[in-house]
């Protein structure tokens, strides 16, 4: 049976054709299903009662395009309320459903990375909202080619020798045994969710590369950034810093024989890391007290 080969370049794209493949796929699935009959969006703000406004991404894209953090519509109906928490003062009431209510304001307690990347630059630039389907369809994409790229770097790093059919058996069930295909739907409470799996996955490749020392810092820089991501997608996420402490001990275990040198390769090669993940959690912090 003929054997995967890192040395073929051939082999080596594999990953990427199939994931080229599977996107193409999708592409044809989101077409035929209705689901996204639309692409772009006009600026409809003169009409908030549009269906497509009512969505809370597009709400604080535009609330950040007019330079604010909270929405721009008027939450006057609870403001005089005894306690507008109590969904028993609500009823008969109308209020925006799935958000954040302080003082007055409407704020989302979704995720802003989609937004500060994809919909703001979009809607700023051309005054059009890209679909959300198409975003988390972009973020999706995204998480399969390092998914494949992580797996890729796995065998060829602990696995001598392995089948070509095999190893490409392997990442087609790790695709198709998860749940990204439904993940697809792109509802928005879908998209934190992939914003999680592709930072995640970032995260996981980029501090396996570091037994290779060239560009260590850089790397380290964005892993930094990549490790904040994972928070700002999704809190619960945080659980999988556990797998990322595990894989950075698995690098540096032959290294790590002492108290002492662990605390030198913490300042030495992780301080970048650490820096930038305490920044962008900052941030982050400051987002959501104000």
């Known amino acids: 049976m003929k054997q995967y080969d890192k040395n073929n370049k051939i082999h080596r794209l594999l990953i990427s054709i199939i994931v080229l493949v599977v996107s193409i796929i999708n592409i044809i699935f989101l077409i035929g299903s209705g689901h996204c009959d639309k692409i772009f969006f006009k600026d409809i ?16 894209t535009f609330a ?7 929405f721009l519509e008027n939450a006057s ?13 609500r009823i008969g009431i109308y209020y925006l459903f799935d958000t954040t209510y302080y003082k007055g304001k409407y704020y989302s307690y979704y995720t802003i990375l989609p937004i500060i990347f994809i919909l703001l630059p979009i809607y700023l630039i051309s005054g059009y909202f890209l679909n959300l389907i198409i975003v988390n ?27 070509l059919f095999l190893y490409i ?18 509802f928005k409470y879908d998209i934190p969710i992939s914003c999680g799996i592709l930072f995640i996955t970032l995260s996981i490749y980029l501090l396996s590369l570091l ?43 032959k290294y790590i024989k002492s108290i002492k040198l ?20 900052f941030l982050n912090l400051e987002y959501n007290i104000n």
């Not at 810093?241 to 698995?250: A, D, K, M, P």
């Open 211 to 253: 037994s290779n020392k060239k560009f260590i810092k850089t790397k380290l820089i964005l892993a930094g950034i990549f490790t904040a991501f994972i928070v700002l997608s999704k809190p619960s996420y945080i659980i999988y810093y556990f797998l990322i402490f595990y894989i950075v001990y698995i690098i540096y275990k």
């Open 77 to 89: 109906s609870l403001k005089y309320l005894n306690n507008p928490y109590r969904v028993e003062e």
């Open 64 to 70: 950040f395009a007019h330079k604010r953090l909270s």
């Open 262 to 281: 662990l605390l030198y390769y913490i300042s030495h090669y992780f301080k970048w890391d650490i820096i930038i993940y305490d920044m962008i959690l």
């Open 137 to 163: 369809f972009l973020i999706l994409t995204l998480a399969l080619y390092f998914i494949g790229k992580l797996y890729q770097f796995i065998i060829e790093k602990y696995i001598k020798n392995i089948p």
């Open 169 to 186: 058996l392997g990442f087609l069930v790790i695709i198709f045994g998860s749940n990204i295909f439904l993940l697809l739907r792109g």
């Open 45 to 60: 703000s003169t009409n908030p009662t549009e269906h497509i406004y009512q969505d809370n991404f597009y709400r604080q």
